[in-house]
């Protein structure tokens, strides 16, 4: 019976919640709360109003493995609030290389895990791309601001067990360059009213 029911709902043109749950034709009563939450979301996330923390959140999730540019939100605050140039970039330098030392830890604890499991027997499997990084130490992690490569960068970093605190510093150098010159560039090219 229930299938019958739910074949001849599905197969009509009424909504499928009708008869004794909702009169046809009216809205669900969970519509205008999503909307208004939906609402009140947005314009807490809004750039002009929270600016800061936004930046703050995306820079730091984008550091992470996750595939998100920050370079936008960066940019969109700082055109609508020139006078913010500076603490923009110093809030997102700081999200970005949290999320920088996140991977580090990371990746420190995938080969503290891994050397457990083999009962701390190294393997002399080591890329050639490994050796370059052990070679240059914590210094490599100045090129975690490039894109693709930087994130994973800070991740070998802590699987190689580079020094933390020169790796964070080496971090956070790298990417306020970077920032400074993305976002010079950009306002070069996309001038403040």
């Known amino acids: 019976m229930g299938r019958v029911i739910l074949t001849a709902l599905f197969f009509s043109n009424q ?88 991977d580090w830890w990371m990746g420190y604890g995938a080969h503290h895990a891994l050397d457990r499991y083999r009962g701390n027997n190294t393997d002399s499997h080591h890329a050639r791309a490994l050796r370059w990084l052990e070679r240059l130490g914590p210094k490599a992690c100045l090129l975690s601001w490039l894109p693709a490569v930087g994130d994973p960068l800070c991740a070998v970093a802590g699987w190689l067990r580079l020094p933390f605190w020169p790796c964070a510093v080496y971090m956070a150098i790298g990417k306020c360059l970077r920032y400074i010159t993305m976002t010079t560039a950009l306002l070069w090219v996309f001038p403040p009213h």
């Open 15 to 102: 909504p499928l919640i009708t008869g004794d749950f909702l009169p046809p034709n009216h809205v669900s009563s969970y519509t205008v709360p999503m909307e208004a939450w939906l609402t009140s979301l947005l314009q807490m996330l809004a750039l002009p109003e929270v600016g800061l923390s936004t930046v703050f959140v995306v820079s730091l999730i984008s550091a992470t493995l996750v595939p998100l540019g920050s370079e936008p939100a960066v940019f969109g605050l700082i055109k609508l609030n020139p006078e913010l140039f500076w603490p923009t970039i110093a809030v997102a330098t700081l999200g970005n290389t949290l999320g920088g030392i996140i």
